[in-house]
């Protein structure tokens, strides 16, 4: 069991940055992978990043060189750095994580004017 909540989303124009971070009520050391979804309007929800124990990582194609992600198990925390955001970036972004089944976090709007 383990209760995702998101924060750090809001209104950007193209070109700035936001840091999403996702908190976990429970220890994420024996997590072996954390991730960040998206889903748009109109579109079906898809990956962006994720990060396993060890560091390794992989990105949505479109957003590769612009998102990092990253974690802190001593402050049971999944971060999402974004830079240099895109109108085609606006989407609910959700935490995930699966143990016995998958969690999903609230999910926090993003939204990037031009």
């Known amino acids: 069991q383990v209760t995702l909540v998101e924060s750090g989303g809001g209104l950007v124009q193209a070109g700035g940055s936001l840091r999403l971070s996702c908190a976990a009520s429970?220890?994420?050391?024996?997590?072996?992978?954390m991730a960040w979804y998206r889903r748009a309007p109109g579109e079906q929800r898809e990956l962006v990043a994720r990060?396993?124990?060890?560091?390794?990582?992989d990105y949505l194609d479109f957003v590769k060189g612009r998102f990092t992600i990253s974690r802190d198990n001593a402050k049971n925390t999944v971060y999402l750095q974004m830079n240099s955001l895109k109108p085609e970036d606006t989407a609910v972004y959700y935490c995930?994580?699966?143990?016995?089944?998958?969690?999903w976090g609230q999910g926090t709007q993003v939204t990037v004017s031009s």
């Open positions: 995930y994580v699966a143990l016995d089944t998958g969690y």
């Open positions: 429970r220890s994420t050391f024996s997590i072996n992978t």
């Open positions: 990060i396993t124990r060890g560091g390794n990582t």
